[in-house]
């Protein structure tokens, strides 16, 4: 599995606290599964940005796991205006291993009512648009078919594996179901923070998948797709084949 979007480098937001913790979390990530993680600082008004000090920090980490697991550079850029004006004039900046592909998060206080034409600009900057955890933000959820127009528009989806098991809530794992049903989810991650209810772990979330969706499904958005953004390459817009949910024997005797 491909892990694109993490907090797994310590003192630089809110996720991890020390290097020891960082590597514990890549450790549990790695006995999990987990071949390739992406290190996603916060951008944001309480957290700056600091790509050499995040190389720093990655690369000593690398030094450390070795090749249990590969380390990625990224971002949680949160749309605010200095960012995306910073972004435009860099697209490089922001984006995993500075390919193009940028994790957008958005405030839980205002969605900006051009926020198409904003997708828009970065995409002729060069730039793919992932939407991030936007089952976790209830001015989101309030309104699904503005996400499924910006998916149909060239935007995409990320939802926290933790959603689909209920970490978050009965409302944000209602509305990862809703999304993944309708086949507007083209990632999952861990959002990890932290090494208990945050963590690395996506074993349990695949499981799940495969279990409701099916193999294809679980690989498309946890392999497949993550490693389309790793490595820089383009992904087909719009939303997925909606999948059938798995049968189970008894299933047919209702």
Same mark, same amino acid.
């Given at each position: 599995m491909i892990d694109i979007h993490? #907090?797994?480098?310590?003192?630089?937001? &809110?996720?991890s606290r020390s290097l020891d913790m960082s590597v514990a979390m890549l450790k549990m990530a790695a006995a999990g599964g987990t071949t390739d993680i992406v290190a996603t600082p916060h951008a944001d008004t309480n957290y700056v940005f600091q790509p !050499? *000090? +995040? @190389?720093?920090?990655? @690369?000593?980490?690398?030094? *450390?796991? =070795? &090749? !249990? +697991?590969? +380390? #990625?550079?990224?971002?949680?850029? #949160? *749309? /605010?205006?200095?960012? +995306? %004006?910073?972004?435009?004039?860099d697209p490089r900046k922001y984006s995993v291993n500075g390919l193009g592909w940028v994790l957008v998060e958005f405030t839980d206080m205002v969605i900006f009512?051009? !926020?198409?034409?904003i997708f828009a600009q970065m995409r002729k900057a060069g730039m793919g648009v992932i939407v991030t955890h936007p089952e976790r933000n209830w001015l989101l959820r309030k309104d699904i078919e503005r996400l499924l127009r910006w998916v149909e528009g060239g935007a995409y989806l990320q939802v926290t594996g933790g959603s689909l098991l209920g970490v978050f =809530? @009965?409302? @944000?794992?209602?509305?990862? %179901?809703?999304? /993944?049903?309708? =086949? /507007?989810? #083209?990632?999952?991650?861990s959002d990890a923070h932290d090494l208990d209810r945050r963590s690395t772990r996506l074993d349990d979330v695949r499981a799940h998948v495969v279990e409701r969706y099916g193999e294809d499904y679980a690989e498309a958005l946890l392999t497949t797709h993550p490693k389309a953004v790793i490595e820089g390459r383009a992904l087909h817009p719009g939303a997925l084949e909606r999948p059938e949910p798995a049968k189970h024997w008894f299933q047919f005797w209702r």
């Open positions: 993490s #907090h797994i480098l310590w003192g630089m937001d &809110d996720g !050499t *000090l +995040i @190389a720093e920090r990655r @690369a000593e980490l690398q030094g *450390l796991l =070795g &090749d !249990t +697991i590969r +380390i #990625h550079a990224g971002c949680d850029f #949160h *749309l /605010m205006y200095d960012n +995306i %004006q910073d972004a435009l004039a009512p051009n !926020t198409e034409e =809530g @009965a409302d @944000a794992r209602k509305f990862s %179901q809703e999304l /993944m049903a309708r =086949g /507007m989810v #083209h990632f999952l991650a």
